[in-house]
C-alpha cells in the first residue's frame, strides 16, 4: 500500500471511536453509479427538486420513471469492499456509527447494524406517503405505474406518495441530523469517505468533527474542497485502502 493508505491503518488501530462517514463513492464499485463522477448520474439528469415533485405530476412521473429505470442496478448491487471493512470496524467497537449520504441501503445489507446507521438523504429502497407516513413497496408503485401511467398516490389517505429519499428543496430528517451531531461530537477520528463534501448540511459533519478535537481524513480519488482541514488525505480507490481494515483485531 502506498503510505497515506498506510498511515489510515495506523490511525484507526490507534483512535477509540472511529465516525465512519460515507457518500456515493463507496457504492461505485458496487455497480451504483456516483453523481459528480465523470459517467455519474448528473451527466444524464438534472435532480428533480422537491418542490416541483409536489406541485407537478408530470414530475412525480418523470421521478418515478428514472427510478425504475435505475431500478435493476440498486437491486443487483452487493456490499463492496469498503462495506464490508467498515462493518468489520463496527462489529470489533471500534466504529460506533456509520453516517451516509447514501440511499442504497449498504451499509446495512453488510452486516451494520441498523440502529448504527444514520441516513441523512434516507433509503431508496422503499416509499412512503408523505403525509401520513404509510409505507409503500417501490414493485407495488411500479406495477400501479405501468397499468394506469401515472404516479399512485396513497391507498390509505390520497396523499402524494415518494421514495423514502430526501431531494433538494426538502427538509433534513431531524433526528437523523441529531444523532449526526451527537456521534460527531463524540468522535476521536473521523473518516470522510467517497463524498465530494460540496451538499450540505451533509457536508458539515467533518469540520463539526474538527472543531470537536477529532482528527480528520479524507478518502477520494479526487481531491475536495475539504482537504485543506484535513489531518490525512488519501487520494486512492476506496475498496482497495479500505479491504485491509477487514482483519484488524482490535
Ligand atoms: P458525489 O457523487 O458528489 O461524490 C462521490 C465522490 O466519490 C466523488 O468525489 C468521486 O471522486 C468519489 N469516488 C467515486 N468512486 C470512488 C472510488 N472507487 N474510490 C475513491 N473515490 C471515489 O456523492 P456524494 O458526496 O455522496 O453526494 C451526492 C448525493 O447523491 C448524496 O446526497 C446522495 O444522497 C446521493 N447519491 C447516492 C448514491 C448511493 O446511495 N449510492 C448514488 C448517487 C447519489
Ligand atoms: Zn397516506
New binding site residues.
Given amino acids: 500500500l502506498e503510505p497515506p493508505a498506510r498511515a489510515l491503518i495506523r490511525m484507526v488501530r490507534d483512535a477509540e471511536r472511529v465516525v465512519v462517514f460515507t ?3 463507496i ?3 458496487c455497480g ?6 465523470p459517467g ?2 448528473w451527466t444524464k439528469y438534472r435532480p428533480i427538486e422537491f418542490q416541483d415533485y409536489m406541485s407537478s405530476a408530470q414530475m412525480r412521473a418523470e421521478a418515478w420513471r428514472r427510478k425504475f429505470a435505475m431500478e435493476p442496478a440498486f437491486r443487483a448491487a452487493r456490499p463492496g469492499r469498503g462495506h464490508n471493512a467498515i462493518a468489520h470496524l463496527v462489529r470489533i467497537g471500534k466504529v460506533r456509527n456509520v453516517i451516509t ?4 441501503n ?1 451499509h446495512q445489507m453488510s452486516g451494520v447494524p441498523e440502529n448504527r446507521v444514520i441516513e441523512l ?1 434516507g433509503n ?1 429502497t422503499y416509499a412512503h406517503c408523505l403525509d401520513c407516513g404509510l409505507r409503500h413497496e417501490i414493485d407495488d408503485i411500479r406495477m400501479a405505474f405501468e397499468a394506469t401511467g401515472e404516479a399512485p398516490g396513497c391507498r390509505a389517505c390520497g396523499g402524494i406518495v415518494k421514495t423514502a ?1 430526501v431531494s433538494f428543496g426538502q427538509a433534513m430528517p431531524q433526528e437523523e441530523m441529531l444523532r449526526a451531531e451527537a456521534a460527531t461530537e463524540d468522535c476521536d477520528l473521523f473518516l470522510a469517505i ?6 450540505y448540511p ?1 457536508a458539515g459533519f467533518p469540520l463539526m468533527a474538527k472543531r470537536n478535537g477529532a482528527r480528520l481524513v479524507i ?4 481531491a ?1 474542497d475539504l482537504d485543506p482541514y484535513a489531518d490525512l488525505v488519501v487520494s ?4 482497495s485502502v479500505l479491504e485491509p481494515l477487514s482483519t484488524l483485531n482490535n
Fill in positions: 457518500g456515493a463513492g457504492s461505485t464499485e451504483i453509479p456516483d453523481f459528480r463522477s455519474g448520474l449520504q447514501n440511499i442504497d449498504l438523504h431508496a429519499t467517497g463524498s465530494s463534501l460540496v451538499v451533509a478518502l477520494n480519488r479526487e475536495t486512492d480507490d476506496i475498496g
